[in-house]
């Protein structure tokens, strides 16, 4: 995960934000990590969306599907868009809810639909390895490569 991580942060124009107290993040996100595309630090944080996460455990009564509670386990979660998410799933985003019985969320090295933002084109990857680890990086750059064609600067405030 350590040499995912470091790709992504060193990506142009990303911001990497770790959750900490003295970050001003809920205490239950501590420690995650989101990747955004702000290329001149200018977007609100409150109006910043990430492209890419680190979670390194479950948020209890919310997120517990992958076991992010075992030694050394953490998750990759990538917003990968609709057409990547079904050629890689097999269908389209807002049929998961069909699915979602088909998938064990706790699987290491291999891609899955995120355990609660499939619908939103979000695939995870619990240790990405030997199976996965070129792939998330491919992932990572497709995912990246939308966030910047997405990214729209923020307005100057009018006078």
Do not use: C
């Not at 142009?12 to 702000?38: I, K, L, N, R």
């Not at 979660?77 to 998410?85: H, P, S």
């Not at 891609?111 to 390895?129: K, R």
């Amino acid at each position: 995960m350590e040499k995912v991580m470091e790709f992504v942060s060193g990506l142009t124009g990303v911001a990497t934000v770790t959750a900490s107290e003295a970050a001003g993040a809920p205490e239950v996100a501590w420690g995650d990590t989101f990747y955004f595309y702000d290329p001149d630090g200018d977007v609100p944080a409150d109006r910043r969306l990430p492209f890419a996460t680190v979670v390194i455990k479950d948020y209890p009564g919310f997120d517990t599907a992958s076991n992010l509670g075992r030694p050394g386990v953490s998750r990759l979660n990538i917003n990968v868009g609709r057409a990547v998410f079904e050629k890689l799933i097999g269908y389209p985003p807002a049929a998961h809810a069909e699915h979602e019985a088909e998938f064990d969320y706790a699987a290491i090295d291999r891609v899955i639909p995120h355990p609660l933002y499939a619908v939103q084109s979000w695939v995870a990857i619990l240790n990405p390895g030997e199976k996965t680890g070129a792939q998330a990086l491919d992932l990572l750059s497709g995912a990246y490569e939308r966030a910047v064609r997405r990214h729209r600067p923020p307005r100057p405030a009018s006078s």
